[in-house]
């Protein structure tokens, strides 16, 4: 299978500084230009470095990398060999993704850089990056009655830009289950959680306006945030009072949490400091932002303190929620709860994205809601299996590394002893392994000694995981 990509335009630069901070610690033992080749893969494959970007001239790079010439022209070349790069005349080397990412190829060293380290290939790439669990048993079923649902809806344009009405009153009804009343009025559906995070960001940032977050955070959030032209400002995960001193001292007007089995480390917010965050909102004007994508996800039970909106009556409290991770990421379902007059802002922010979520989808998650509690213990149940099984793997083949085992949720925050984060992620990549890196989850790229590991693949795939782990970090603790 060709890894090929025909000729493209760069649409952005990356400096030869701002590679060098990207890469960070990307060494390895063996070839250096193996190493800087897989770093600048992982890189693409994480999203952190973006396709159509052209890399720094081999010579600029090599001066800030303290590298020879020859060496990044080999990892250039080794990058255009499995189709993550091409060369034009005038554009200089490009960064693209192919068609078959990710996939394992044994390198061929120029003569003289002595033997290679073995690569495995059984069975193709395994990815332990992405936090997404397959679909319940359930789900299918959902389907088949959304479709008995769907012809009462056939009859009209198909565009809801609020959400169905039936989907908003589903939502409204699971807070107010929860204890945070709820009218419809106060849901917006979107596509996906993610869609939901980007269209606050859109709405409630101005270009260069300080954004507080925890540091380390969902990935996707500080990209969504960055890109909506907020600058950043991370704290300590758990520590409110350094997220109220941030708050304070940057007068930020909005600040995102995941208070329940935070992504990327597990922890969830006592009752007391969920009491401290809502005291911000009045203090200083601030809006938070809740991401509860993972609160169904309580593997060891009763350890959610409660809603993170509390009585529902602070309008600058608000939350997201999701279907991707109760139910199936591929439903692209998602929903903001907060003020009436804030949810018709953010739905019409949204028409210039998608105008509205597919009606089917929406049906599907209407049903799954109803069903919830005949479905998540399972799910739960599962997942737990499967935390379990990756802890003990992990604890086993690297008795030295940090890996405690998260309440809930879908991911270890593992440190490794050493401030190797990328140059392990990059290894593993060239053992078809995909790893998140610690810097990709902050907004300054520090926790270079820590990477996330999901444990959604089944048991099989995780030991497979981890056999490829550990060669990859044979590789890197011999640098």
């Excluded at 060999?81 to 044994?106: H, I, K």
């Excluded at 955070?217 to 758990?238: D, F, K, N, S």
């Excluded at 739960?380 to 008795?399: I, N, Q, S, T």
Aim: aromatic share 4%.
């Amino acid at each position: 299978m060709s890894l090929s990509a025909p000729p493209t335009t760069a649409v952005r630069h990356l400096s030869a500084a701002a590679a060098s901070r990207l890469l960070g610690a990307w060494h390895a033992s063996g070839p250096a230009y193996l190493a800087l080749a897989d770093a600048l893969r992982a890189a693409v494959l994480s999203g952190s470095l973006a396709p159509l970007t052209r890399l720094p001239s081999e010579r600029e790079l090599a001066r800030v990398l303290g590298l020879s010439r020859t060496t990044t022209s080999a990892a250039y070349d080794r990058l255009r060999e499995l189709g993550f790069a091409t060369s034009q005349v005038g554009s200089g080397t490009v960064a693209v993704l192919p068609r078959s990412a990710g996939l394992p190829v044994r390198p061929q060293a120029p003569a003289g850089d002595g033997p290679l380290p073995p690569l495995s290939d059984p069975s193709g790439p395994i990815e332990m990056s992405q936090a997404t669990p397959s679909a319940p048993d359930a789900l299918h079923a959902a389907y088949e009655r959304a479709l008995e649902m769907l012809p009462a809806y056939l009859g009209t344009g198909g565009y809801s830009h609020l959400g169905l009405d039936v989907l908003r009153e589903a939502v409204a009804q699971r807070y107010t289950d929860r204890g945070v009343p709820t009218s419809p009025d106060q849901v917006l559906v979107t596509t996906g959680g993610q869609q939901a995070i980007a269209l606050l960001a859109t709405t409630l940032v101005g270009r260069t306006e300080p954004v507080v977050v925890e540091s380390p955070t969902y990935y996707h959030a500080i990209e969504a945030l960055q890109r909506a032209g907020a600058r950043c400002v991370g704290v300590p995960v758990g520590d409110v009072e350094s997220l109220a001193s941030a708050v304070h001292r940057t007068r930020a007007r909005l600040a995102y949490l995941v208070p329940d089995f935070h992504n990327p480390t597990g922890r969830t917010l006592t009752a007391e400091d969920r009491e401290t965050v809502a005291h911000l909102t009045d203090r200083y004007g601030v809006t938070v932002v809740g991401d509860e994508t993972l609160t169904d996800l309580d593997l060891d039970g009763g350890t959610v303190p409660g809603p993170f909106c509390g009585d529902g009556t602070d309008n600058r409290l608000v939350s997201v929620g999701s279907a991707s991770k109760s139910f199936w990421g591929g439903l692209r379902i998602g929903w903001v709860r907060a003020d009436p007059q804030l949810v018709q802002r953010l739905a019409r922010t949204r028409q210039a994205l998608d105008i509205s979520t597919p009606v089917l989808e929406q049906l599907t998650v209407v049903e799954l809601l109803a069903r919830r509690d005949a479905i998540l213990p399972a799910r739960v149940a599962d997942l737990r299996e499967r935390r379990d099984h990756l802890v003990g793997l992990v604890r086993d083949r690297f008795p030295a590394w940090d890996a405690p085992s998260p309440a809930g949720g879908l991911c270890l925050w593992t440190g490794i002893g050493r401030p190797a984060g990328q140059a392990l992620a990059a290894a593993a990549v060239a053992e078809g392994l995909r790893i998140g890196a610690g810097p990709q989850f902050t907004p300054d790229g520090s926790a270079q000694d820590r990477i996330r590991l999901v444990y959604t693949g089944s048991p099989e795939t995780l030991t497979d995981a981890v056999d490829r782990l550990e060669r990859a970090w044979r590789r890197v603790a011999g640098a």
